[in-house]
């Protein structure tokens, strides 16, 4: 994580700004912590005058072990995410997602498995899973993802064997497992997987109007973000007496924070449209 503050930064300028350390700009004390979301993603801790505001990024709670698991902030203010809050959005583990991947891989073994996911955060995640179910076979990687994920090896995430899905052999891509975009299944190279099962890694899976529409065969519920009870919890946990919902279901999470006894308010960043539009477009990382 980088920080740009200008000259009033006291050098800190382009300088990496370690988790846990401080520093102070315009009598604000400045540090970071974890999110969870995706390798380096940080909340920005800021407390001025006796006061303390955590704004969160996009996070998630559950394990990962290709990046620092999120860290509860005590804080008076917390500014949080909200991909996926409504009571819907209840995430079964990721383990379970990839045991039935594995599964389909044992009733089609003939068959490629043409993963659907983003190339940053999500795709490593899933070949970290797949290792750690006992999948030690070479995994295939669209080109997207292959330099995102050349980066987590250099920062010492080892992936196991990885190879170029474009140029592999048919032989080769028979029952193996080929990692690729989300919109990847349009392209004319997937012609040259072997019968391909279509699947599609995401929060968005738990909603079956987003299965049909996407075509997706074999749906794993597998997100970057915190699901319903997530974000409750984690609110809890950080004891904000004032929350600010940004970046999705506002509207929801707001409400039952009155529930609760919070104060919650919508805060709107520009540049952001509306959520719905930018999932189904594929802009935003799920």
Request: contains cysteine.
């Amino acid at each position: 994580m980088r920080l740009r503050l200008g000259t009033a930064g006291a050098g800190r300028t382009q300088q990496p700004l370690a988790w846990g350390e401080r520093l102070e700009h315009d009598g604000v004390q400045i540090a970071l912590a974890p999110a969870g979301h995706v390798l380096g993603s940080s909340q920005i801790i800021l407390e001025y005058a006796g006061s303390r505001v955590v704004i969160s990024g996009d996070y998630k709670r559950q394990p990962d072990t290709t990046c620092a698991v999120f860290t509860p902030v005590s804080c008076d203010v917390f500014v949080t995410e909200a991909t996926f809050a409504l009571p819907v959005f209840r995430f079964p583990t990721p383990e379970q997602e990839i045991a039935r991947l594995l599964a389909s891989l044992t009733v089609f073994p003939e068959r490629t498995h043409l993963l659907g996911c983003y190339p940053l955060g999500k795709s490593q995640r899933l070949i970290a899973l797949l290792r750690a179910a006992g999948w030690d076979r070479p995994i295939f990687l669209h080109g997207a993802q292959s330099a995102l994920c050349a980066a987590y090896e250099a920062r010492g995430v080892q992936l196991g064997s990885l190879r170029p899905a474009i140029g592999a052999a048919k032989s080769e891509l028979a029952g193996a497992v080929v990692l690729a975009p989300p919109r990847a299944a349009t392209e004319p190279w997937v012609r040259r997987l072997v019968d391909p099962v279509v699947a599609f890694a995401s929060g968005w899976m738990a909603l079956r109007q987003r299965v049909r529409a996407r075509g997706v065969e074999l749906p794993l519920v597998i997100s970057d973000h915190a699901d319903w009870d997530g974000l409750l919890t984690t609110i809890v946990e950080t004891g904000a007496g004032e929350v600010w919902v940004t970046h999705g279901r506002e509207e929801a999470l707001i409400h039952a924070l009155v529930q609760r006894g919070l104060r919650g308010r919508e805060l709107r960043l520009l540049g952001y449209g509306d959520e719905a539009e930018a999932a189904a477009t594929d802009s935003v990382p799920d």
